[in-house]
């Protein structure tokens, strides 16, 4: 299975993540949400391995301006993929899938751990 970045281009992690796979020759293609956004099955799947908090970046700018009442709505893995589903920006980035790992963020360790490369 080839190995999925999902983020959005203009995110500076998910510039150095890309900019990585592609110094270390790792096989991946990239799945823009913005251009291409998210389905369910694979929200739904992200779910199913990690927990809720990790994926959903309560951090970031798109959080932040969510109104109160619809933050203290996503309470858990249900809430939490409608929302993603909503506005995928709301999604930490990068998230890396395929030959059967999951990983969310970046950093150069992390990844030379996860794909065996550098």
């Known amino acids: 299975m080839n190995k999925t ?9 998910v510039k150095k993540a890309r900019t990585w796979l592609l110094d270390n020759g790792v096989d991946f293609s990239f799945h823009d949400f913005k251009k291409q956004g998210l389905d369910r099955a694979t929200a739904a799947r992200w779910l199913e391995t ?24 996503v309470t858990d893995k249900a809430s939490a993929l409608e929302l993603m589903l909503e506005n995928t920006s709301v999604i930490k980035r990068p998230v890396l899938e395929g030959d059967g790992l999951l990983s969310v963020g970046f950093s150069p360790d992390a990844y030379t751990r996860l794909v065996g490369a550098a």
């Open 50 to 73: 990690l927990d809720w908090e990790t994926l959903v970046n309560r951090k970031g700018t798109t959080w932040r301006n969510l109104p109160d009442a619809r933050k203290a709505a």
């Open 5 to 13: 970045l999902y983020g959005i281009p203009n995110c500076d992690t």
